[in-house]
């Protein structure tokens, strides 16, 4: 099982952008399937977006088109581009790996979309 890292997040502008990094510490990190997932205040945590191990994406209708999800399996690290950022964007940010049974979350990373 891995242990995840994140970090990368902040405060951007409405219209920036940020990457978000979360590496993976442990043994097969390139079987995992890699996602990130947000939790906004008051509300529920969200797939934000997947990245299978043969590098198949998916991605929530609401950032489709604006966030990049990729793999770096050489350095055990999953990213998260995300431009044109929104306000109802901001949220903590977290990392999630999924190996059958096998499901790890990193700490998470606030991510606030403000002027």
């Known amino acids: 099982q891995v242990q995840l890292v994140e970090s990368g997040g902040g405060l951007v502008q409405p219209g920036g952008s940020l990457r978000l990094s979360c590496a993976a510490s442990g043994s097969g990190f390139s079987a995992y399937t890699m996602g990130w997932y947000r939790q906004a205040p008051g509300k529920q945590r969200e797939l934000v977006a997947t990245i299978t191990s043969g590098g198949s994406t998916n991605y929530a209708a609401s950032v489709k088109g604006r966030f990049t999800i990729s793999r770096d399996n050489a350095k055990n690290t999953v990213y998260l581009q995300m431009n044109s950022l929104k306000r109802e964007d901001t949220a903590v940010y977290y990392c999630?790996?999924?190996?059958?049974?096998?499901?790890?979350w990193g700490q998470g990373t606030q991510v606030t979309v403000s002027s």
């Open positions: 999630n790996a999924n190996y059958f049974s096998l499901i790890s």
